[in-house]
């Protein structure tokens, strides 16, 4: 639903399908990013991305469009041990 200033609906999708990209895999950094990550103080991998494009030096990026799946969270985990028999060659052939 998107609402205009006013407080009026200016448009309205019902259920829409959303496509964005994620960050997951294996990051290689080159070592001059280390001038960026401060000490001693909590710093994420968001926080270093965005410090990166705010210094106008923005990471290069390899799109992948294989199989992906986070496993973070217990059944998240459960789905890809379910998953991984159906899927093996696939994924250790490539």
Do not use: C, H
């Not at 000490?39 to 494009?53: A, I, Q, S, V």
């Amino acid at each position: 639903m998107e609402v205009s200033e006013d407080g009026k609906l200016s448009g309205f999708k019902e259920k829409p399908s959303v496509f964005y990209q994620v960050s997951m895999g294996i990051n290689m950094l080159n070592k001059k990013v280390l001038d960026y990550i401060p000490l001693n103080k909590p710093y994420g991998f968001d926080n270093l991305m965005l410090d990166l494009l705010r210094a106008k030096t923005p990471a290069a990026v390899r799109v992948f469009s294989g199989y992906w799946l986070d496993i973070g969270r217990p059944d998240d985990y459960e789905r890809a041990i379910e998953e991984f028999d159906s899927l093996k060659v696939k994924l250790l052939n490539g």
